[in-house]
């Protein structure tokens, strides 16, 4: 297996909630994309900027192209629909998802994940339901394949944000959850969604640095027991609105 993963940063700028949040400062000298990009490069990934071929991500494209990193534009809503394509562009048959709104992803947790989908032949390795609500997201680690089935009798132009609702629906893949080994309690929301989310995770940034390991994030918040009160109270919100995509 090469040592570094195929990694799929999935990113639009049409964010509802916090529109063109890809471009906002991030610490020194970058904005939120940049950073991902970056901590991916630090964790060995191979990044693929995937996004829609919506006017609205031309920036996108043209910040990949001064990044020096590879993109594929695709289906604007139907995110299922581009990662298929761009496997298919990049003749892949397994890759990484990490979504741009988590810069403080689990590079390590990452390649744990991708290791286990391939030596235990599996078609999809999924997350703890804390990481994959913003605990240092972890991501998914998918067979191509796995993804085209999902795909299978769905209009074009669906919605299918929440992709995991529809894998979850194809019963006879061989699916995994990634076992966690992190023994913190702490419940944190460090995903981007709302300007209260760009605060902590900015402050986070200045704090810890943009490479900050899981550990040290939670050495963080153990230390600073009131910090994640800028933001928790829109966790609640955040799973009402994933809960009203599903059909």
Known sequence: MSDKVPGFITVRSSSSRLPNKCFLP?????????????????YNLDPIICTSTDPSDDLIEKLAIKEKVK????????KLQRWADCA?????????SVDADDPFFDGNEMKRSYEMLLFED????????????GDASVGYSLKT???????????PETDTEMMWFYIEKITDLKKKILP????????????????????LLESLSRLVGNLATREEINTLFLNNPDLHKINWFRNLEWKIAQDSKKI
């Open 26 to 42: 991030f610490g020194e000298r970058c904005n939120v994309l940049e950073h991902i990009i970056r901590r991916a490069k630090h």
């Open 180 to 199: 966690s080994i992190s023994k913190s309690k702490l419940k944190l929301r460090l995903t981007l969604d709302y300007k209260e989310d760009y605060w």
């Open 71 to 78: 993109f594929f534009r695709g289906s604007l809503n139907n």
């Open 145 to 155: 394949n796995a993804i085209i089935r999902s795909l299978k009798g769905l209009n």
């Open 122 to 133: 599996l078609d999809v390795v999924t997350p703890t339901k804390e990481s994959s609500a």
């Open 88 to 96: 298919k562009y990049f003749n892949l048959d397994a890759f990484h």
